[in-house]
Nanobody
Framework: QLQLVESGGGLVQAGGSLRLSCAAS????????MGWFRQAPGKSREFAAHISWSGDITDYADSVKGRFTISRDNAKNMVYLQMNSLKPEDTAVYYC?????????????WGQGTQVTVSS
């Protein structure tokens, strides 16, 4: 199985930037797509960004498009979410997730989440 651990969350002012990291361990012989989701207080979890195994395909929610960038380094078993021009509405717990194939858009492995708080 695959274990995912997020890090890099914290408090940032509106307009600022933050980079989240997700470290994967426990599986080295399968190719898997990854994504970032977020969940604000009182709201359901929502999709933020997706990246295929090789990085040739990326996808973003309209709410973050142009501001967030997802990337990965498979040699390090890491995926990143660079967040720029942050807004208070970006405040949420951010979760890293992995699918079971190179282009999967359904995720079966999840991290514990990291809190991102954007102040106005």
């Amino acid at each position: 199985q695959l274990q995912l651990v997020e890090s890099g969350g914290g408090l940032v002012q509106a307009g600022g930037s933050l980079r989240l990291s997700c470290a994967a361990s426990g599986r080295t012989f399968s190719r898997y797509a990854m994504g970032w989701f977020r969940q604000a207080p009182g709201k359901s979890r929502e999709f933020a960004a997706h990246i295929s195994w090789s990085g040739d395909i990326t996808d973003y929610a309209d709410s973050v498009k142009g501001r967030f960038t997802i990337s990965r380094d498979n040699a390090k078993n890491m995926v990143y979410l660079q967040m720029n021009s942050l807004k208070p509405e970006d405040t949420a717990v951010y979760y890293c997730a992995a699918g079971n194939s190179a282009y999967a858009r359904e995720y079966v492995y999840w991290g514990q989440g990291t809190q991102v708080t954007v102040s106005s």
